[in-house]
């Protein structure tokens, strides 16, 4: 028997089993106040109105059924958010039902689930670690006290991409985003690089954190049909196993070292995150555990990576795919920094129209479209109708910031929407909520706000660019390839130029 007709067995067993209780609960009275939703297939419900694109399939279904619709996906009943008021209603009003994680399966591989702040519900452990991530490694001082940190790293980028313009050679944008992201946050947390931009281990290192991320991020029957889970029949949580261990080998073997003595040459005692992760595990009251911390550095390196480097390619993209607001850009640069100054921090507040494309690129392409799952920790109401208990929510950001309710145009990549506007990407205005809302916020945003323009800004003020092989904008590829984040199908390749 083939796989595929093997695993279409095994789901039709498990139905015969469970298929008269699943009936009997379809009938219950409750279920009439539940959200609207079109019908399903036997056993697996609404499973294949996703498609590969399931964000844009929601959205099109939303379209048909409102704002809060009811999908049953294989065993597991889900709601999908796909407005801005109902998430307000949802993450704002009805946060505490909502702040606990629906886990999918590929992160229990070995036990993510279980010690990371993005999957962990949100009780004592959670809290802990959210305490930790906004005293040590996101706070205002933390950050402003590491300005001349960034600094260092936009320069060796800029070194980087100078150098290519010289040899005349394309730079991978993502590529190069992701390194400089990477060696901010080694050296924040390590003081040390660890990657160059042509190096095979920051290469190796990227396709590892992409491809736990994409795994993370595919359909799973066993998220579904739970009784899956125990043979992992799409060997899913395997391959995550495997990427997941090659990253947390790598903190492991950082952290021994530091424990041993050995620190990074010219670094300063107490001067690093690890430094003060060790120091809180060695108090009384420990707030972290050793052995903790290598699943707290994948998560934040995970997400402070890829989501930066991919929001940086999207915005790179979208101005080269749009010369006219690239040139804008890069006049305003040229009157407020001035030629051949660099682009401080500081800086950024007094750049209105480069904020406005990272707001236009966060809202065209938010880096996760869907929110990692949440889960009903109660029967709730919403919009009117009540959300059951345990059921899995679904916000799809994606299909909120393309509304043409809120937005004029929502498919074009115009900045001016955000001229004059008081709209911003911190969880407040819930046309727009790439990095989430309320208490599931995503912790690393404070960070994220200073990285990214200050990333942008340097690359288009020094340089001018120029399409790989001659490609002109009107022709570039600008397709998606979805995951847990949304990735640009086709890397984006471009030609520096100094100016």
């Known amino acids: ?31 009439r106040k539940q959200p609207p939703g079109p019908s399903g297939l036997p056993i697996f419900g609404n499973l ?60 229990r591989a070995l036990n993510h689930h279980e010690n990371s702040i993005a999957w962990l519900p949100a009780g004592s452990q959670w809290r802990k670690l959210r305490k930790v991530c906004n005293s040590l490694v996101f706070s205002a001082s933390r950050l402003d006290g590491s300005q001349s940190l960034r600094r260092n790293k936009i320069n060796d980028l800029l070194s980087y991409v100078k150098k290519s313009s010289k040899d005349g ?62 043979i992992d029949p ?30 990074p040459a010219n670094s300063i005692n107490g001067n690093d995150v690890l430094d003060a992760l060790l120091a809180i595990n060695h108090e009384k009251d420990k707030e972290i555990e050793t052995s903790e911390i290598p699943y707290l550095l994948l998560d934040l390196f995970a997400a402070g990576t890829d989501t930066t480097s991919s929001t940086l390619e999207w915005a790179m993209a979208e101005l080269l795919h749009n010369p006219e607001k690239l040139k804008k850009a890069q006049i305003e640069l040229q009157e407020i920094i001035g030629e051949g100054n660099p682009v401080e921090e500081s800086d950024i507040s007094r750049l209105p129209y480069l904020q406005a494309v990272i707001k236009e690129t966060l809202r065209l392409h938010p880096p996760v479209p869907l929110l990692l799952p949440k889960r009903a920790d109660t029967d709730v109401k919403l919009n009117g109708f009540t959300v059951p208990k ?47 809302a309320g208490r599931r916020i995503c912790p690393g945003l404070p960070l994220a706000v200073r990285m990214i323009p200050l990333m942008l800004g340097s690359l288009i003020h020094g340089f001018d660019w120029q399409l790989e092989d001659g490609v002109s904008p009107e022709k570039m590829d600008m397709e998606e390839k979805f995951g847990i984040t949304l990735e640009k199908a086709r890397r984006l390749r471009a030609i520096p130029i100094c100016v």
């Open 1 to 31: 028997m083939d796989y595929p007709s093997f695993l279409l067995c095994l789901v039709i067993a498990w139905a015969a089993i469970y298929l008269l209780p699943f009936a009997k609960k379809g009938n219950e009275p409750n279920q």
């Open 48 to 107: 294949f109105s996703l498609g590969t694109m399931p964000h844009i399939s929601l959205m099109e279904l939303a379209n048909k059924y409102g704002p809060l619709m009811m999908l049953q996906l294989g065993q597991v009943p889900t709601v999908i958010v796909t407005s801005a008021d109902v998430a307000k209603e949802a993450l704002q009003k009805n946060d505490v039902s909502f702040s606990s994680r629906h886990v999918v399966d590929a992160v």
């Open 234 to 263: 799409q060997s899913i949580r395997r391959r995550t196993s495997v990427f997941s261990g090659k990253v947390i080998g790598i903190f492991k073997i950082m952290i021994d070292q530091r424990l041993q003595g050995h620190r």
């Open 169 to 230: 050679v394309a730079v991978d944008i993502g590529q190069a985003a992701f390194t400089t992201s990477l060696n901010l946050l080694s050296n924040t947390f390590f003081s040390v690089d660890l990657g160059d931009p042509n190096s095979e281990f920051a290469h190796d290192l990227r396709e590892t954190i992409r491809s736990l991320l994409e795994e993370v991020g595919k359909p799973n029957f066993a998220d579904y049909f739970p009784i899956l889970q125990k």
């Open 390 to 436: 345990n059921a899995q929510v679904l916000i799809n950001v994606w299909a909120i910031s393309r509304d043409p309710t809120l937005w004029e145009n929502p498919t074009s990549f115009e900045p001016e929407k955000f001229m004059g506007s008081e709209i911003d990407v911190k969880g407040r205005n819930f046309e727009l909520i790439p990095f989430g």
